[in-house]
């Protein structure tokens, strides 16, 4: 099914979030450190889950070095619930936000949820710059 990359420094949660989304037929890789990832490993990925605190790198840290490389969903899982890290996590580039603890069931459907609107592939040409197209109406 999917490539999902999931970055935690609690080991027995990132087995948990392995064994979850296997079970529904994706490929998991975890890494305990935002210093682990790799430009390649970023890029495989089709939906990155990341923690936000860690040690060293923090996840608003690695979601900002990465978010250059790949378009894919980005959700952060976070036992920060308090609305600043929220809106400061959605600003920098995440798709969404789950507050942990989080209920494993609800993590499958927003991966799920993701991955079916299509997130990912390359970035856009010039990343910052948005264009609308409006159709044209016709009388």
Known sequence: MANILAVD??????????TTLERDGHRVETRQAGGALTEALCRWADCILLDVMMPG???F????????????PILFLSARTD?????????IGADDFLSKPFRVAELRARVA????RGGGGPPPPHP???ACYWPQRTP
């Open 9 to 18: 420094d609690n080991l027995e949660l990132c087995k948990l979030i392995r």
């Open 57 to 59: 790198e923090d996840g």
């Open 61 to 72: 840290a690695v979601c900002r070095r990465i978010r250059s490389l790949t378009e894919v």
């Open 83 to 91: 609305e600043a890290a929220v809106l400061e996590g959605l600003g």
């Open 113 to 116: 949820a993701h991955l079916r």
């Open 128 to 130: 910052g710059r948005w």
